[in-house]
Nanobody, 114 residues
């Protein structure tokens, strides 16, 4: 399983970005997919997850600003990020779970700065 994350970049505070995570195969087999982030000097933390039923979970810090979604036909999960803040600056990683197996994509850097 390969996960390819993309969409990071430099954005001003208040701006928006959309991250994409494309899987090498069908995402139907995954119990859950999600986005994590790691800011410099901090531990990696969960940002948003979507489980096979379609239910979603968000970190309190991003509720109301970020939305996770998936396109089963494209085997892709998205993270729509609005009202970005400087504290959202981090490397964002895509993650997928299949039973007890965990897969990570490479990170994509999001920098929120004026």
């Amino acid at each position: 399983v390969q996960l390819q994350a993309s969409g990071g970049g430099l954005v001003q505070p208040g701006g928006s970005l959309r991250l994409s995570c494309a899987a090498s195969g069908s995402i139907f087999s995954f119990n859950a997919m999600g986005w994590y982030r790691q800011a410099q000097g901090n531990q990696r933390e969960m940002v948003a997850s979507i489980i096979s039923s379609g239910s979603t979970i968000y970190a309190n810090s991003v509720k109301g600003r970020f939305t996770i979604s998936r396109d089963n036909a494209k085997n892709t999960v998205y993270l729509h990020m609005n009202s970005l803040k400087p504290e959202d600056t981090a490397v964002y990683y895509c993650r997928a779970n299949r039973r007890s197996d965990v897969y990570w994509g490479q990170g994509t850097l999001v920098t929120v700065s004026s």
